[in-house]
């Protein structure tokens, strides 16, 4: 299948600062990336669909200025957590799409731990 | 919107022996239904997935059903190993510009050896 790589795998940092996490579709262009939000033994909230070249759409609870999402290419979507604080500390995962039509999939990254201390 | 709900919550085998999952939608107009394993610390894998067009598919030890007029999709997996081990995830999704995705609430599949 086609992969989908994150960056950082993980990371830890001190609460106020900002994290960015990369999300990379390796092998096809992604049109429509998501940006999913996953706590200890629970599913997965998606937080947002980020399209290529236009504003990304949050789930409602979603805080748009504190979860930044840029899809600057076909193949290149980021999240960042401005100002994080504990309770932002999670497991972030994101997914896209292969493409625009009734036959096409989606994929996961691998995840990125974030820690806020 | 979409709910999807998941059972059971925790399922152990015998290796050897079939798991069986379930999931059931809400939404009539859902006509996707993928299903995912996660191991721990990792992103979630497609294993097999389903379209509203079809009964039934089979991919080596794995098999999902689909009864749309019952609203429900089931997940079976056969001759378990103890690294199917994992949290399996149903989703669920519709045409559309986006299709997003529903998910579950997750099953613990725990194969013993």
């Known amino acids: 299948g086609a992969v989908v790589s994150q960056h950082p795998s993980w990371v830890i940092c001190k609460s106020g600062t900002s994290v960015k996490i990369e999300c990379r579709s390796l092998?096809?262009?992604?049109?429509?990336m998501f940006w999913y939000r996953q706590f200890p033994k629970q599913s997965l909230m998606l937080m947002a669909t980020?399209?290529?070249?236009?504003?990304?759409?949050?789930e409602q609870g979603v805080e748009k200025d504190k979860f930044l999402i840029n899809h600057a290419s076909l193949t290149l979507s980021t999240l960042t957590v401005t100002s994080a604080h504990p309770e932002d500390s999670s497991f972030y995962i994101c997914?896209?799409?292969?493409?625009?039509?009734?036959?096409?999939?989606?994929?996961f990254g691998p995840g990125t731990r974030l820690t806020v201390l | 919107g979409e709910n999807v709900e998941q059972h059971p919550s925790t399922l152990s085998v015998q290796e050897g022996d079939s798991a069986v999952i379930k999931c059931t939608y809400s939404?009539?107009?859902?006509?996707?239904f993928p299903w995912y394993k996660q191991e721990l610390g990792k992103g979630p894998q497609l294993i097999i997935d389903?379209?509203?067009?079809?009964g039934e598919k089979k991919d080596q030890r794995i098999a999902v059903t689909l009864n749309k007029t019952a609203k429900h999709f089931s997940l079976h997996i056969t001759e378990t190993q103890p690294e199917d081990s994992a949290v399996y995830f149903c989703?669920?999704?519709?045409?559309?510009?986006?299709?997003?995705?529903?998910f579950g609430s997750g099953t613990q599949l725990t194969v013993l050896p």
């Open positions: 980020s399209n290529e070249g236009s504003k990304a759409t949050y």
């Open positions: 989703a669920a999704s519709k045409e559309g510009s986006a299709r997003q995705l529903t």
């Open positions: 092998d096809f262009q992604a049109t429509t």
């Open positions: 389903i379209r509203s067009n079809v």
């Open positions: 997914s896209a799409r292969t493409g625009t039509g009734v036959l096409d999939e989606q994929f």
């Open positions: 939404d009539s107009a859902s006509n996707y």
